[in-house]
């Protein structure tokens, strides 16, 4: 089992950029594939990014790629999420996630094992 605990979110300015951070208990961290969701209010959870058990592996949301940067640091038992050019849109509850079940990365929000209990980012027009 794995605990996460997901930091950094905040109140930004459109353009702004904002690094979150999600630390993950135990010593088997590099055998789950991680991944970042985000849900706003009224609307359903979605996929941001995901990432493979080593971090060579990387896959993004449309809505996202080109802006957003998702990385693991295994020693660290850390994963991350670099967010530039952040637009209103990018308003929400940011969840990350493990998935034990599986090395193969998935959008899928049923697909993932563990979760952590989000961090609000705001993003201001």
């Known amino acids: 089992q794995v605990q996460l605990v997901e930091s950094g979110g905040g109140l930004v300015q459109a353009g702004g950029s904002l690094r979150l951070s999600c630390a993950a208990s135990?010593?088997?961290?590099?055998?789950?594939?991680m991944g970042w969701f985000r849900q706003a209010p009224g609307k359903e959870r979605e996929f941001v990014a995901a990432?493979?058990?080593?971090?060579?592996?990387?896959y993004y949301a449309d809505s996202v790629k080109g802006r957003f940067t998702i990385s693991r640091d295994n020693a660290k038992n850390t994963v991350y999420l670099q967010m530039n050019s952040l637009k209103p849109e990018d308003t929400a509850v940011y969840y990350c996630?493990?998935?034990?079940?599986?090395?193969?990365?998935?959008?899928?929000?049923?697909?993932?094992?563990?979760w952590g209990q989000g961090t609000q980012v705001t993003v201001s027009s």
């Open positions: 996630a493990a998935r034990g079940r599986s090395s193969y990365i998935s959008m899928g929000v049923r697909d993932y094992d563990y």
């Open positions: 990432i493979s058990r080593s971090g060579v592996g990387t």
């Open positions: 135990g010593r088997t961290f590099s055998s789950y594939v």
